[in-house]
């Protein structure tokens, strides 16, 4: 490292970040980890180093990579997923081929998709965890929006947000590619 900070000097303000990040006290962190409150406040303040099994469950606790927290280097880093090796499968919906664009650790959270459809093509889903919501831009074509009984045309540029937890679907009224983003609370 170019500085004299070591991989424990840097770890309390690490973990106190991801904390703050996911928007959780110190009692929750708690909880999810099974760690005592009053070790992960000695763990932020970097009064107390953790164990490996200390920080790995923190580290699930807070849906952070635990490499990633140890790794030395954190900052001007740019991850890239070339178009070769964007997982993609076409078996999920009808005449329709879904692209991950979002990394494997977002699944259930965050997660981004790349939709390419034919004229005709469809993807139906079942409900999502109770909150959860879609985003989808259209980049080509048109496609009908159905979420619960909302229904809505869209075209090329436009934007529709919707509830994921109810049965929704897509489907294109001409050969279309979506741009779609699903949060689950």
Known sequence: MDNDLSILQLLPGRLRAARREQGL????????????????????????????????????????????LLDEETADKIDVLRDSDVPSFDNMGHRCVIRILSPPEDVGGHEVYDIRFETGGSLKSQPHKRGAQEQLTVLEGAVRINSGTAEQELAAGDTARYAADVAHAIEATQAARVFLIVKNA
């Open 25 to 68: 006290s110190l009692e929750a962190v708690a909880k999810l980890s099974g760690v005592s409150r009053s070790m992960v406040s000695q763990i932020e303040r970097g009064e107390s180093s953790p164990t490996i099994a200390t920080l790995w469950n923190l580290t699930r606790a807070l849906q952070v990579d635990f490499a990633g």
